[in-house]
């Protein structure tokens, strides 16, 4: 894998793209749907003892917040290259991986911490089975250390 050159996160093209999309949607809708609350909220009267109005203005510090940490976070980004040729599972690949202990097989794709989402199939290339997995040879057994015992995984297939 090709590894960031800074002390950036590693991102694939897709995390960038969704990163983008929802910094887009949170300075455009968002906020605007946000300045209405609070303009609603200051007709209704005195702003000292307006509720409504101080849990909105609270609430708009919050969305401020997280814009401004996901336009730090776009700024240090680092995308790595999938490379589409290597034959191992490497980051921002997609795999077949078999769980012998489970018997089952899970279709995951190898990601940055903050894109992951073991329910869509995003791994973290992070986490103690990403980092076992990454750069895995197809029929490769990996064992794993994990609280509850040793783990064994396969990738069975690369598929992107």
């Known amino acids: 894998m090709a590894e ?10 897709e995390g960038i793209a969704a990163l983008r999309e929802e910094i887009e949607q949170l300075e ?5 749907k946000m300045a209405a ?3 609603v909220a200051r007709e209704e009267g005195d702003l000292k003892e307006n509720a409504e109005y101080h849990i909105a203005k609270e609430d708009q510090a919050h969305l401020e917040t997280k814009i401004k940490r996901l336009r730090e976070r776009l700024r240090t980004a680092v995308v790595v290259e999938v490379d589409g040729d290597a034959d191992s599972f490497a980051f921002g690949r997609t795999a077949k991986v078999f769980d012998e202990g489970k018997d089952e097989v899970h279709i995951w794709t ?9 329910a869509a199939g995003r791994l973290s290339a992070e ?12 029929g490769e057994p990996i064992e794993i250390e994990t609280p509850k015992g040793s783990r064994t995984f396969v990738v069975r297939q690369l598929v992107g």
């Open 4 to 13: 960031p050159e800074s002390n950036g996160e590693a991102i694939t093209e």
């Open 28 to 32: 455009g809708p968002a906020r605007t």
């Open 110 to 118: 190898l990601v940055g911490s903050t894109e992951a989402d073991l």
């Open 37 to 39: 609350r609070i303009k």
């Open 127 to 138: 986490s103690p089975i990403g980092r076992a997995l990454r750069d895995a040879k197809v």
